[in-house]
């Protein structure tokens, strides 16, 4: 298990990261970066000498004009670097969240064109929920990093000039000063770091809090609030995590009043030395008034930049941790091949044949395989359907088929060459499919056919809803096929029910027009009527391509060239409809449960319409 308190790069690998990154986005970011904390370290020495020399002036008599003058010129020079820095710290703000934006879009860019494995894999998950947190939001790492790092050479600047101020004083006053803000700061981290050490246990506070508040609040759960009274059981919930909360921040408080105690402790010491040093002086070696108030400022700077200095690091080497889980996310290794796979085009005009030789899988952490030693082959034009009892293996049957997976053993093969030595991207252009767990975006209805913003082929869209059985819903919308899909973002968008959804996305896969097309339970929402004029079409729609149909109703079967019977992860049967019944195994008799099923009213499901 990696150190959570380590990761795989160091704070400089991930500033040069970021530096790499904001060159190539916005070259002023570190630029400006660095200008600030110039002008910022300019502004607080100047603001430290403003005192001891007026003071100065004072003591030496100056005219009245001079001190006048002098008072006017730090005012200039201090109204100048106040203008200066806010300039340029509002100015830098756009650029620091482009360059976040930039990383987002990459996290964006790995998770839609990652391996489909890595979408399974829950260490992929965690690590892409990492990932985006760093990005999410100002405060985050992948943007907070830029005020840090300013911060630090800020603490630096300033650090530079109250040194060269203070050697003119005893050394032994500047390790005092600087042993004494040491310790006051790792006695502080300690205490102050409580709250970040038991942050899982405020995490799941919070988790929970969060939880409990979508629940009550949101629509979709409002029916069942109501009908089983579970809102006094939902503010039981409320109150405990709550009353749990509390403690917890009633102990993380007191930590911090501890921390704050012994820094009062070493500042009052501190202070103390410095006093009686800077007096000393004064008696020994009639130091001015005005130099005793210089030295004492900068005593008090000079702790101040070695703390700003030590805590910028440590917040640095936190956000280096967060910076360093995105990079592990976007180099997340590929098990696929992409560009660097053999090219492959698709050509709805050419003959494609799929092979499976001796193909076993298994999922991640299973202990058996979902798929065991199956030798298949689909011939060009075929029509096939793939049928079975569920957690037979059909879905992952055809994932394997398509590319989303690879066989644990054997081979997928595409006319003879195996389907693992192309660009991936390439092959998944082979096919139009709809599957069970299909996305429909909030956007137009012929957006969400054709899959694109612009250069839509209306007609064709308007082809493919009437193949899908969906010409006279589309028709009656009030804006027809440029009507919007969804609420979330549209006002006037439409809420399609089970079955027209299903429907659509089957005109998504016929705009795509692919050699071969892949159909998992694509009517699964619909009743029975429906479902019947969608087998009544579909040799129509698969005119000229190769078609996978995945289905638990075996009744839809019967326009498929060859069916495969799984049971068990294996092929148990295979032939034509009427083959299989004459064969009167468990096929025949699973179509006569499902026939008597449907023939008692059984079979009722959502309409399509």
């Not at 070696?285 to 008090?300: D, I, K, P, R, T």
């Not at 990079?327 to 085009?345: A, C, I, S, V, Y």
């Amino acid at each position: 298990m990696k150190n959570q308190n380590k990761g795989a790069y160091n704070i400089w690998q991930n500033t040069a990261f970021m530096l790499k990154t904001a060159w190539k986005t916005r070259k002023s970011v570190p630029v400006l970066g660095v200008l600030l904390a110039a002008a910022t370290a300019g502004q607080s020495v100047a603001e430290l000498l403003v005192g001891p020399v007026l003071l100065m002036e004072v003591e030496e008599k100056v005219p009245l004009t001079s001190l006048i003058l002098s008072i006017l010129g730090f005012t200039l020079i201090l109204f100048i670097l106040a203008g200066l820095g806010a300039w340029l710290k509002d100015g830098g703000f756009i650029g620091r969240i482009a360059v976040r934006m930039n990383l987002l879009r990459q996290i964006d860019s790995k998770v839609a064109g990652t391996s489909y494995p890595n979408t399974l894999d829950t260490k992929f998950i965690n690590s892409q929920s990492k990932a985006l947190k760093s990005t999410s939001a100002n405060r985050e790492a992948t943007e907070a990093i830029w005020t840090t790092w300013t911060d630090i050479l800020t603490n630096i600047f300033g650090f530079i000039v109250y040194l060269t101020l203070l050697s003119g004083l005893h050394p032994l006053l500047t390790v005092v000063v600087i042993a004494t803000t040491a310790a006051g700061y790792c006695v502080n981290k300690r205490f102050n770091s409580w709250g970040y050490r038991h942050r899982e246990e405020e995490s799941a506070c919070h988790e929970r809090l969060a939880y409990i508040h979508r629940v009550s609040t949101r629509r979709s759960y409002a029916k069942d609030i109501r009908v089983f009274g579970l809102r006094d059981w939902l503010e039981d919930v409320w109150d405990k995590t709550m009353g749990l909360y509390r403690a917890f921040v009633a102990r993380r408080e007191a930590a911090y009043l501890w921390g704050n105690a012994v820094d009062l402790v070493l500042t009052f010491a501190r202070n103390g030395i410095a006093y009686a040093y800077l007096i000393t002086l004064t008696l020994t070696q009639g130091l001015a008034a005005s130099e005793f108030l210089l030295y004492f400022n900068a005593v008090s700077g000079f702790t101040q930049w070695v703390t700003g200095i030590l805590e910028k690091f440590s917040q640095l080497h936190l956000q280096s941790l967060d910076i360093s889980a995105l990079r592990e996310f976007l180099e997340w290794p590929e098990p696929f091949k992409f560009d660097d796979g053999e090219p492959l085009e698709a050509d709805p005009e050419k003959s494609y044949e799929l092979c499976l030789d001796d193909v076993s899988y298994r999922y991640p952490g299973s202990e058996k395989d979902t798929l065991s030693h199956i030798s298949l082959t689909i011939h060009p034009g075929e029509k096939v359907a793939i049928v079975g009892l569920n957690g037979a293996g059909k879905t992952t049957l055809v994932r394997l088929i398509c590319g989303f997976l690879d066989p644990t053993q054997g081979q997928v093969l595409l006319n003879g060459r195996d389907i693992r030595k192309y660009d991936r991207r390439d092959y998944y252009r082979m096919f139009c499919a709809v599957f069970q767990d299909f996305s429909l975006l909030e956007a137009s209805v012929a957006q969400n056919v054709a899959q694109r913003v612009d250069g839509i082929n209306t007609d064709k869209v308007w082809k493919c809803i009437d193949q899908a059985g969906l010409t006279q819903v589309v028709r009656d919308l009030p804006l027809g096929i440029d009507t919007p899909v969804g609420r979330q973002v549209f006002e006037n968008g439409v809420e399609l029910s089970g079955g027209q959804t299903q429907r659509l996305m089957l005109a998504r896969a016929l705009y795509k027009d692919a050699p071969i097309l892949a159909l998992d339970e694509p009517t699964a929402a619909l009743d029975p009527i429906a479902e019947n004029d969608i087998y009544m079409k579909y040799s129509k729609m698969t005119h000229g391509r190769t078609s996978l149909f995945i289905s638990h109703r075996l009744a839809s079967t019967r326009f498929c060239h060859r069916i495969l019977f799984l049971e068990h992860g294996k092929i148990a049967e295979e032939g034509s409809h009427e083959a299989l019944m004459d064969a009167g195994g468990a096929y025949a008799r699973l179509f006569e449960i499902q026939s008597r099923y449907y023939q008692e009213g059984g079979g009722t499901h959502e309409s399509g319409k």
